[in-house]
């Protein structure tokens, strides 16, 4: 009994150590939003200090960082919304209009997934400074859809394909056309599977960082390149850009704590469930 | 009315034939049971009635009227899934009202004839549940009560006890039974469980490899079965076979050299039989008797004692022989013990499997289980 | 294929049109890029010199092959996801079974260890560069100082060390996911079977733990290294590239080439490469993955 306790002590310390290392960057950097800006660059750095909310304020104060903040939310939840409009219809046709071609293009779906958007870099960037897209909410959002098109019809795929085939039939001899079929069972039944899709989608999008730094300059920055626009060390800031990090990945934590589950799945692709 | 008729149905899988060309008839209120082992095409044949699948070939008829081009729902059948395929976002009671709903059913009636079905059933406290709050007989309560609530002509049952543990499917057993007299319906009832079979139906329908092997009540399959399969499917313990070599053939039956040396006359028509010729000698465990002076002899491997029978499991000379003894029989393990048969018990099986007929047909064969209350009786075959 | 006694249309049509949406939209996302840069990898064009034009065969090629920048490259981003994956499987894998056993407030230590990976990497980035690895005022310079040893200017000295430490600590969480929801697959009887056959925690491991997260770390490598090859935003707010070369990998030098140079053609060279690698790659995973799917 001793035995197994002290080794269950040890385990708990082990474990909660680790997790602390790991999460101590991100913790202390919200620690160091809440500073003062002569506090966050003292050495040695401090750990107990008198919070205040003067960085948060400053930086709401700026027009532009709640213009970046606006633009991440309408490039994710844009591209997210356009996508399950149109992986719906064809996820729904490939979970139960099954063709020989389906797992072909099922497959196919998942390789335009693995193409290395820097291959592309060149001929997007061309095609959207000639067609006006450059620095456009409207251009990132087509290129997230894209981008995000194969996860959100892998993992709808995989949630309608879960919906169990008696319950169907059940609703079949109960008289269900496809319509009532659709609304009354399928939806019920699908819709936690299509909002943790939509989820998962929104935070790809949201921290997307390859187009979203290539493709916007001004206008159409979403806070990740805000943020990044601030990479060269001036030292007096710290305690705002903390503020403003904060703020820009506080709501992805949350949705990301959230999704775990779904998250697996829709990063492998269904192969680890 | 509610009566079936199928005629020459075959299925098709790509290249596979699954239902080979199967003829039947279903009367009003009977109660048939499809039974047999795995991949025999059972339940593809209830689906195929219920319109989940189509028939590749044939005509399925429903009261004279042929409805292999109608939808399921349009059938004015009810199908009771093994898996009870509940609904699980909806409440008992929604679950068993949904087919009305769809058809647009007012609330009030609805919830009436609801509350009839679950009266039946004795669902009525739980109509607020979810299924899964239930209990796996309360889920198969609500699976029929849904069938029920839409009135149907027929109701088909795949395997509907199987996912119950040993004692709740003995309890669902007869409640299914006294369920089929209360509500006078006809039903089709799949099951791979030969006792489901032969303590349940009117009429039993013996299927192997996508082909009908026999159709006839419990009692007819049980003492007069048309060939090999039937014998050792029906039955358990299983029918005990020997191989025997005809001694020869008259009026009163044909005479047999079992193992051992004795010979024996059962009351069989031998037909082409000639002295030479070998047959298969069948024999029910439970037929089978312990006696001194049997013919038969053998050592016992293992006893099962159950205490109103005991099953003694005997090796002849690499021979297994099953008996099934009264509870008080006081034989041990390696006992050797002897044992024999009334002759007029026995069944002789030709080499192509099929089943001399028997002179004499058991009185218990056309006694139906019940008064049918249909018109006319008579004999099935 | 399902027959319907309905009368219901099975796939075919319905089944073309529902999906034609997804589908066309793929396609041209895919061929008119592709197309594209490999049409622009045979041609000499440079957006800073629109004088220059016309096809240049494998020019680009040749030259892009024969850069040694290329190979400094190529070098940078095998050692960039090879260490990656090394740290991310090997720790991944540890901690899932650690975190397996029940621990008090197990569920709060999984958030915290999970956290990283869903910081966007630009602010990982400067959480590292501002925060944890700058020589006067980082939390590891005050760590180091403590010790007795002197701070690491990390970027400077070490710069492709630092993007493999960054780059680890976003990505671990990603393999700790995965493999513990693997993990957590894992038959309790087949556990306790072994232990009566006489198996210490280590056996376990090695005999029974680690062949059945063999699926899933094979996963856990193949989507790494698709999304490792092409590693940018933490190397554009870091280092960009530099010292030198010295932390530059394709992803980054196709940039320099496509956006500061904007050397059209060279940059599609590159790009060509960099999309056969990843295809390499892509080849073992669709496979892996189509052996998954039960269609």
Not at chain 1, 215 to 221: E, F, V
Request: hydrophobic share 50%; proline share 5%.
């Amino acid at each position: 009994m001793n035995q197994t306790l002290s080794k269950k002590l040890v385990l708990t310390l082990l474990a909660w150590f680790i997790a602390l290392v790991v999460f101590f960057p991100i913790f202390w950097m919200i620690l160091t939003s809440f500073k003062t800006e002569g506090e966050a660059v003292a050495t040695p750095p401090s750990l107990f200090f008198d919070p205040t909310l003067a960085g948060y304020h400053e930086v709401m104060a700026r027009a532009d960082y709640v213009k970046f903040a606006l633009n991440s939310v309408i490039v994710s939840v844009g591209s997210t919304l356009l996508a399950l409009l149109v992986a719906i219809p064809a996820a729904y046709s490939m979970a139960f209009l099954p063709t020989p071609r389906t797992r072909g293009t099922l497959l196919w779906m998942l390789s335009t997934k693995m193409l290395p958007p820097v291959g592309v870099l060149m001929p997007i960037y061309l095609i959207f400074r000639d067609l006006g897209l450059l620095d456009s909410l409207t251009g990132l959002t087509i290129v997230y859809m894209l981008m995000n098109l194969p996860i959100v019809v892998w993992m709808l795929y995989t949630f309608f394909k879960d919906v169990p085939r008696d319950i169907l039939e059940a609703g079949r001899m109960d008289g269900a056309g496809t319509l009532q079929e659709v609304l009354y069972l399928l939806m019920p039944l699908t819709l936690p599977g299509i909002a943790s899709t939509g989820l998962l989608s929104v935070i790809l999008s949201w921290n997307e960082a390859f187009w979203s730094l290539n493709l916007t300059t001004s206008d159409a920055a979403p806070l990740t390149a805000f943020i990044a626009s601030f990479s060269s060390p001036e030292g007096l800031f710290w305690a705002k850009l903390s503020a403003a990090s904060t703020m820009a990945i506080a709501p992805i934590l949350i949705l990301g704590w959230m999704t775990q589950k779904q998250m697996v799945r829709g990063l492998t692709f269904g192969a680890v469930k | 009315m509610a009566t079936l008729e199928l005629n020459n149905i075959v299925k098709e899988f790509g290249d596979t034939q699954v239902i080979k060309g199967v003829d039947l008839e279903v009367k009003d209120r009977e109660f048939v049971v499809f039974v047999g082992p795995s991949g025999c095409g059972k339940s593809t044949l209830l689906r195929m009635i219920a319109g989940l699948e189509s028939a590749s070939s044939g005509d399925i008829k429903v009261d004279g009227q042929r409805i292999n081009e109608v939808g399921p729902a349009e059938r004015g059948l009810a199908m009771v899934f093994q898996s009870y395929a509940l609904y699980p976002h909806m409440t008992v009671e929604d679950n068993m009202g949904f087919s009305l709903r769809l058809a647009g059913v007012p609330k009030a009636e609805r919830r009436q004839k609801v509350l009839e079905a679950a009266r039946i059933l004795q669902l009525e406290n739980l109509l607020d549940r979810k299924p899964k709050a239930l209990s796996g007989g309360q889920r198969q309560r609500v699976a029929i009560g849904r069938a029920i609530v839409r009135n149907p002509s027929i109701f088909l049952f795949d395997e509907p006890l199987s996912n119950l543990d040993a004692a709740l499917r003995v309890q669902m057993r007869i409640e299914l039974a006294r369920l089929h007299d209360e509500l006078d319906a006809t039903m089709i009832y799949v099951t791979h469980d030969q006792i489901e079979a032969m303590t349940m139906a009117d009429k039993i329908v013996v299927l192997q490899g996508g082909v009908v092997e026999q159709v006839g009540s419990p009692m007819e399959l049980y003492h007069h079965p048309r060939n090999r399969f039937v014998a050792g499917f029906i039955g358990s313990p299983k029918m005990n076979f020997t191989e025997v070599e005809v001694l020869d053939a008259n009026a009163e039956g044909v005479s047999v050299r079992l193992p051992g040396g004795s010979e024996c006359r059962v009351p069989v028509d031998g037909g082409d039989c000639r002295p030479g010729d070998t047959l298969t000698l069948g024999i029910r465990p439970e037929h089978l008797t312990l006696d001194d002076q049997g013919p038969l002899s053998g050592k016992i491997v293992v006893i099962e004692r159950l205490g109103g029978v005991t099953s003694l499991y005997l090796d002849a000379d690499g021979d297994e022989w099953i008996l099934v003894a009264d509870g008080d029989v006081s034989h041990r393990v390696h006992d050797a013990v002897r044992f024999g048969f009334e002759p007029g018990r026995a069944h002789l099986f030709a080499e192509d499997g099929l089943a001399l007929a028997s002179l004499e047909r058991h009185p218990l064969v056309n006694v139906e289980r019940k008064e049918n209350r249909a018109s006319t009786s008579g004999d099935d075959h | 294929m399902r027959d319907r006694a309905s009368g219901r249309t099975v796939g075919g049509m319905r089944t073309l049109f529902l999906q034609a949406p997804a589908v066309s939209m793929l396609l041209l996302w895919m061929l008119v890029p592709l197309g594209m840069t490999l049409w622009f990898s045979f041609q000499r064009y440079n957006l800073l010199n629109p004088m220059i034009s016309g096809f240049a065969g494998l020019d680009n090629y040749t030259y892009l092959l024969t850069d040694p920048a290329l190979w400094t490259a190529m070098g940078n981003t095998l050692l960039l996801v090879g260490w990656v994956l090394a740290i991310t499987v090997v720790g991944g894998t540890l901690l899932a079974v650690l975190f397996q056993q029940e621990f008090f407030g197990r569920g709060i230590a999984r958030l915290l260890v999970i956290a990283p990976f869903f910081v966007m990497p630009t602010v990982s980035a400067l959480i590292w560069k501002n925060m944890m690895m700058h020589p006067v005022n980082g939390v590891l310079a005050w760590l180091f100082n403590l010790f007795g040893f002197h701070a690491v200017d990390w970027f400077s000295s070490l710069p492709l060390t630092s993007i493999v430490i960054i780059v680890s600590w976003e990505w671990l969480p990603f393999a700790l996911l995965i493999l513990l929801t693997a993990i957590q697959s894992l038959d309790d009887d087949q556990v306790e079977a072994a232990r009566m056959d006489g198996a210490g925690p280590i056996a376990i491991f090695w005999f029974i733990t680690l062949p059945h997260l063999k699926r899933a770390i094979s996963v856990v490598i193949m989507i790494e290294m698709i999304f490792l090859l092409t590693i940018f935003a933490e190397i554009f707010v870091t280092t960009s590239g530099g010292p030198g070369l010295a932390s530059t990998n394709l992803a980054y030098l196709i940039y320099i080439r496509a956006l500061l140079d904007f050397d059209v053609g060279g940059a599609s060279a590159g790009g060509v490469i960099a999309i056969i690698l990843a295809n390499i790659v892509a080849i073992f995973l669709v496979r892996t993955v189509a052996k998954n799917l039960e269609t």
